[in-house]
Nanobody, 118 residues
Protein backbone atom coordinates (compact mmCIF):
# COMPACT_ATOMS: atom_id res chain seq x y z
CA UNK A 1 0.00 0.00 0.00
CA UNK A 2 0.93 3.65 -0.20
CA UNK A 3 3.24 4.85 2.54
CA UNK A 4 3.79 8.47 3.53
CA UNK A 5 6.71 9.59 5.68
CA UNK A 6 6.96 13.12 7.06
CA UNK A 7 10.19 14.77 8.15
CA UNK A 8 11.57 18.19 9.01
CA UNK A 9 9.74 18.92 12.24
CA UNK A 10 11.44 20.35 15.28
CA UNK A 11 11.70 23.28 17.67
CA UNK A 12 11.81 26.80 16.24
CA UNK A 13 11.46 30.29 17.70
CA UNK A 14 8.54 32.57 16.85
CA UNK A 15 9.20 34.30 13.56
CA UNK A 16 11.42 31.49 12.38
CA UNK A 17 11.08 29.19 9.38
CA UNK A 18 10.88 25.47 8.82
CA UNK A 19 10.34 23.20 5.81
CA UNK A 20 8.48 19.93 6.12
CA UNK A 21 8.83 17.08 3.63
CA UNK A 22 6.55 14.16 2.81
CA UNK A 23 8.05 11.25 0.90
CA UNK A 24 5.56 8.90 -0.76
CA UNK A 25 6.03 5.37 -2.02
CA UNK A 26 5.10 4.84 -5.64
CA UNK A 27 4.37 7.43 -8.30
CA UNK A 28 1.12 8.82 -6.93
CA UNK A 29 1.69 12.57 -7.14
CA UNK A 30 0.44 12.80 -10.72
CA UNK A 31 -3.08 11.65 -9.82
CA UNK A 32 -3.61 12.09 -6.11
CA UNK A 33 -4.92 15.07 -4.20
CA UNK A 34 -2.42 15.66 -1.44
CA UNK A 35 -2.27 17.95 1.53
CA UNK A 36 -0.94 18.88 4.92
CA UNK A 37 -3.04 18.71 8.07
CA UNK A 38 -2.15 19.56 11.64
CA UNK A 39 -3.45 18.75 15.09
CA UNK A 40 -2.56 20.73 18.19
CA UNK A 41 -2.88 19.22 21.68
CA UNK A 42 -6.52 19.15 22.76
CA UNK A 43 -7.76 20.36 19.38
CA UNK A 44 -9.27 18.77 16.28
CA UNK A 45 -7.22 18.07 13.20
CA UNK A 46 -7.43 20.85 10.64
CA UNK A 47 -6.52 21.26 7.00
CA UNK A 48 -3.47 23.44 6.38
CA UNK A 49 -3.03 23.26 2.60
CA UNK A 50 -3.82 21.07 -0.40
CA UNK A 51 -2.35 20.50 -3.84
CA UNK A 52 -4.21 18.69 -6.63
CA UNK A 53 -2.93 16.69 -9.58
CA UNK A 54 -3.08 19.74 -11.83
CA UNK A 55 -0.81 21.64 -9.47
CA UNK A 56 -3.33 24.10 -8.07
CA UNK A 57 -2.96 24.86 -4.37
CA UNK A 58 -5.14 26.11 -1.55
CA UNK A 59 -4.09 27.34 1.88
CA UNK A 60 -6.08 27.83 5.06
CA UNK A 61 -6.71 31.44 6.02
CA UNK A 62 -4.71 30.97 9.21
CA UNK A 63 -1.52 30.24 7.25
CA UNK A 64 -2.09 32.10 3.99
CA UNK A 65 0.85 34.33 3.18
CA UNK A 66 3.12 32.45 5.58
CA UNK A 67 2.99 28.81 4.45
CA UNK A 68 3.47 27.43 0.94
CA UNK A 69 2.67 23.90 -0.24
CA UNK A 70 4.59 22.46 -3.19
CA UNK A 71 5.67 19.16 -4.69
CA UNK A 72 8.36 17.50 -6.76
CA UNK A 73 6.68 14.80 -8.83
CA UNK A 74 9.95 13.22 -9.95
CA UNK A 75 11.02 12.77 -6.32
CA UNK A 76 7.55 11.76 -5.09
CA UNK A 77 7.93 14.39 -2.40
CA UNK A 78 5.65 17.12 -1.11
CA UNK A 79 6.80 20.12 0.91
CA UNK A 80 5.40 22.68 3.28
CA UNK A 81 7.50 25.81 3.62
CA UNK A 82 6.57 27.56 6.86
CA UNK A 83 7.68 31.15 7.47
CA UNK A 84 6.88 33.68 10.19
CA UNK A 85 5.97 30.88 12.55
CA UNK A 86 3.75 31.61 15.53
CA UNK A 87 3.25 29.69 18.79
CA UNK A 88 -0.25 28.76 17.61
CA UNK A 89 1.34 26.85 14.72
CA UNK A 90 2.58 24.29 17.24
CA UNK A 91 1.09 20.93 16.27
CA UNK A 92 1.74 17.52 14.81
CA UNK A 93 1.72 17.93 11.05
CA UNK A 94 0.40 15.09 8.89
CA UNK A 95 0.86 14.31 5.22
CA UNK A 96 -2.25 13.12 3.36
CA UNK A 97 -2.83 11.48 -0.03
CA UNK A 98 -6.36 10.85 -1.25
CA UNK A 99 -6.65 8.09 -3.84
CA UNK A 100 -10.30 7.22 -3.29
CA UNK A 101 -11.18 8.44 -6.79
CA UNK A 102 -8.87 5.74 -8.16
CA UNK A 103 -10.09 2.82 -6.07
CA UNK A 104 -7.61 3.46 -3.29
CA UNK A 105 -7.77 4.82 0.22
CA UNK A 106 -7.22 8.08 2.03
CA UNK A 107 -3.65 7.64 3.27
CA UNK A 108 -1.95 9.34 6.20
CA UNK A 109 1.59 9.61 7.44
CA UNK A 110 2.47 9.20 11.11
CA UNK A 111 3.14 12.89 11.59
CA UNK A 112 6.02 15.16 12.52
CA UNK A 113 5.97 17.50 15.51
CA UNK A 114 6.49 21.23 15.05
CA UNK A 115 6.99 23.27 18.22
CA UNK A 116 7.15 27.06 18.02
CA UNK A 117 8.39 28.50 21.29
CA UNK A 118 10.96 30.90 22.68
Amino acid sequence: QVQLVESGGGLVQPGGSLRLSCAASGSIFSIATMGWYRQAPGKQRELVATIISGGNTKHADSVKGRFTISRDIAKNTMYLQMNSLKPEDTAVYYCNADLRSYGGLNYWGKGTLVTVSS
